[in-house]
T-cell receptor, first 116, second 112 residues
């Protein structure tokens, strides 16, 4: 079974530029999450999709971040314009819901974003 | 807001010794507590989890304990091996498909 895949694995951009991260969840997983880890800190929640709907976007830092999941399959996270503090590792994760209970969360390998 | 504190931030042990990592959560409605292991350059992977209706769970050399009253949960690794070296993250959530709140991670080094 293919795991959660993220693209690109690394991205180096200059302040003010735009970057789009992509996540392909495990097939059949309705839940898709975006998390971010800034160096040395916790893995912080950004938002949660159930199929194509945003279930919870309380962790999105500001309106420079836009996440989409058209068709309920893959998701993109766009940062525009990028700022220095946006640097970090962006993780995507997916899970199934079985009988209302959250199942195991599978993570992607992350995208290392460096804003210079 | 909700948060999870994790200690220690780094832990070095000799091969064969035990390692214990402790977490404290703030949201009393939390009822699901997973632990993730992230090896260098790899993705975080779930190694064990516990729900609030259970006080302890074991899987071979790893175990997790939960004290709901104190809002503490801990990861115990016995007979550590060099391949246990990684960053370990604890997390808590209200269950269902609610978001996970992670701790800051513990870098475990096991020396041969």
């Amino acid at each position: 079974e293919a795991g959660v895949t993220q693209f690109p694995s690394h991205s180096v951009i200059e302040k003010g530029q735009t970057v789009t991260l992509r996540c392909d969840p495990i097939s059949g997983h309705d839940n898709l999450y975006w998390y971010r880890r800034v160096m040395g800190k916790e893995i912080k929640f950004l938002l949660h999709f159930v199929k194509e709907s945003k279930q919870d976007e309380s962790g999105m830092p500001n309106n420079r971040f836009l996440a989409e999941r058209t068709g309920g399959t893959y998701s993109t996270l766009k940062v525009q314009p990028a700022e220095l503090e946006d640097s970090g590792v962006y993780f995507c994760a997916s899970s199934q819901t079985v009988w209302g209970l959250n199942e195991k969360l599978f993570f992607g390998s992350g995208t290392q974003l460096s804003v210079l | 807001g909700e948060n999870v504190e994790q200690h220690p931030s780094t832990l070095s042990v000799q091969e064969g010794d035990s390692a214990v990592i402790k977490c404290t959560y703030s949201d009393s409605a939390s009822n699901y507590f997973p632990w993730y292991k992230q090896e260098l350059g790899k993705r975080p992977q779930l190694i064990i989890d516990i729900r609030s209706n259970v006080g302890e769970k074991k899987d071979q050399r790893i175990a997790v304990t939960l004290n709901k009253t104190a809002k503490h949960f801990s990861l115990h690794i016995t007979e550590t091996q060099p391949e246990d070296s990684a960053v370990y993250f604890c997390a808590a959530s209200r269950g269902n498909t609610d978001k996970l709140i992670f701790g800051t991670g513990t870098r475990l080094q096991v020396f041969p």
